[in-house]
C-alpha cells in the first residue's frame, strides 16, 4: 500500500498536486494520438522532469516519468499505465501506476489536447468518504464524476506540456 501511494504521489507532483484516486478506472475512449511524444512542463524551463507517452494499444498508453540528474535523463523512475475516458463533453486522463504488487489504484486528470501541447488539471480529492464508497465499478466512477465535474473545487492546479 506504501509503495502504490508513493507512487500516485510522485504522478501527482510532475503533473499537479493532491488528485483524486480511486479502485476503479473510467470506462476508456480510443487514445489520441497528438498525446504521444516526449513533453515538459511549461512551468519547468530547465526540463529537469519529462513524461515519455507510447501508445500501448488503440485505446491505452504507458506513461515513463523521467528525471534529469545533471548528466542525462532516467527513465527507471516510475512507469504508468494511461487511457483517455470521456465523461459528458470532459475528457479525462486515467493513470495507474504499474507497481508489480497486485494492487490497483487510479488517478484523474481533466484533459485538453492541442497542437504541440496538452493541458492536464487535477482532479481534486475533495469529497467525502461516504461518497466515494458507493463507486463499485467503472460506470459507477463515470457517474460519480459526472455528478460532481461542475462543482466548485472538483479541479485543481493546471500544468501546460509542451512536445519537446
Known sequence: M?????????????LAA?????????????????????????DDPNGLVKLRIEATGPDSC??????????AYHGDTLDYSGRLAKVGDNYYFVAEPLLGDGERTYVYY???????????TEVVDSFDEPAQLLVKSEKDMAAFIEANQEKAGFLGEQTVWNRE
Open 2 to 14: 506504501f509503495r502504490a501511494t508513493l507512487a500516485v504521489t510522485a504522478l501527482a507532483f510532475v
Open 18 to 42: 493532491c488528485p483524486l484516486t480511486a479502485l476503479y478506472p473510467l470506462p476508456a475512449e480510443r487514445m489520441d494520438m497528438r498525446l504521444v511524444g516526449d513533453w515538459v512542463a511549461e
Open 62 to 71: 504507458s506513461v515513463r516519468v523521467m528525471e534529469y540528474d545533471g548528466d
Open 110 to 120: 481533466a484533459i485538453e489536447i492541442g497542437e504541440g501541447f496538452f493541458i492536464a
